[in-house]
C-alpha cells in the first residue's frame, strides 16, 4: 500500500475563504478518497474519486484528481468554523487494498 | 446501525500489563483495520484483515497481536504493555470489495491508552 503526502500541514483561514489542500502519491491507484478528522474522533470520509474521473463535488466540497501529476487537490468553498479539522487523502492502489494515511492538513477556520 | 465500536473508551496500564482492545462493526464488512494515533501524527497500521480468518501486519505491528474472532469482530492484544505503545487507537472496517461505495473506511471514535 501507498499513503499519500498532505500539502500543506497547516493552514489557517477566515471564515468565509477557500481552503485548499493537496495530496501527492507515488503509483498507481484505483481510486483516491479524503477524510476528515475532528479533534479527538475518528476519521469520516468525505469523497472519493475515481482514477478515471479528473473532478467530483459534494456540497462545498470539489476534488480534483490528476493522474498524470499523481496528485489530488481538496478545495472547501465559502469555509466554516465548523470546517476545522485534519484532512487526510488515502489513494488506493487496488479496488479492496488496505488504506494508509500520511500526516493530514491541519485545517483552522477563525471565526 | 451502530457501525464501528470500539471498547475501551479510556485505559491507563502499568508498564508490563496486557490488554485487549475490542471492536465490532455491524456492516458485514469483510475487511477490519488496527491503527494508532500519536498526538500530531497520521495514522499508522499496526494490523489488518482481509476476510474472517485471516490477518496480516501492517506499518508497526511490534508488540501486538490481533484476533479475527468472526466477521464481526476483530481485537487488539498488547501482551506486555510499553511506555511507547501510549497513543489513541482505531479499529476500522470496509467492505473490500469494489461496490457502489467504492471502498470507504469506517472509522470507530478511538480507544485512549495511557501507559505509565
Known amino acids: 500500500s501507498q499513503q499519500g503526502e498532505e500539502d500543506p500541514q497547516a493552514l489557517s483561514i477566515q471564515e468565509g475563504e477557500n481552503a485548499t489542500m493537496n495530496c501527492s502519491y507515488k503509483t498507481s491507484i484505483n481510486n483516491l478518497q479524503w477524510y476528515r478528522q475532528n479533534s479527538g474522533r475518528g476519521l469520516v470520509h468525505l469523497i472519493l474519486?475515481?482514477?478515471?474521473?479528473r473532478e467530483k463535488h459534494s456540497g462545498r466540497l470539489r476534488v480534483t484528481l490528476d493522474t498524470s501529476k499523481k496528485s489530488s487537490s481538496l478545495l472547501i468553498t465559502a469555509s466554516r468554523a465548523a470546517d476545522t479539522a485534519s484532512y487526510f487523502c488515502a489513494p488506493q492502489e487496488t479496488s479492496g487494498s488496505r488504506l494508509t494515511f500520511g500526516e493530514g492538513t491541519q485545517l483552522t477556520v477563525n471565526p | 446501525n451502530a457501525g464501528v465500536t470500539q471498547t475501551p473508551k479510556f485505559q491507563v496500564l502499568k508498564t508490563g500489563q496486557s490488554m485487549t482492545l475490542q471492536c465490532a462493526q455491524d456492516?458485514?464488512?469483510?475487511?477490519m483495520y488496527w491503527y494508532r494515533q500519536d498526538p500530531g501524527m497520521g495514522l499508522r497500521l499496526i494490523y489488518y484483515s482481509a476476510s474472517e480468518g485471516t490477518t496480516d501486519k501492517g506499518e508497526v505491528p511490534n508488540g501486538y497481536n490481533v484476533s479475527r474472532l468472526n466477521k464481526r469482530e476483530f481485537s487488539l492484544r498488547l501482551e506486555s504493555a510499553a511506555p511507547s505503545q501510549t497513543s489513541v487507537y482505531f479499529c476500522?472496517?470496509?467492505?473490500?470489495?469494489?461496490?457502489?461505495?467504492?471502498?470507504?473506511?469506517?472509522f470507530g471514535e478511538g480507544s485512549w491508552l495511557t501507559v505509565v
Open positions: 476500522a472496517s470496509n467492505s473490500g470489495t469494489d461496490g457502489s461505495s467504492g471502498n470507504t473506511i469506517y
Open positions: 456492516m458485514n464488512h469483510n475487511s
Open positions: 474519486i475515481r482514477s478515471n474521473e
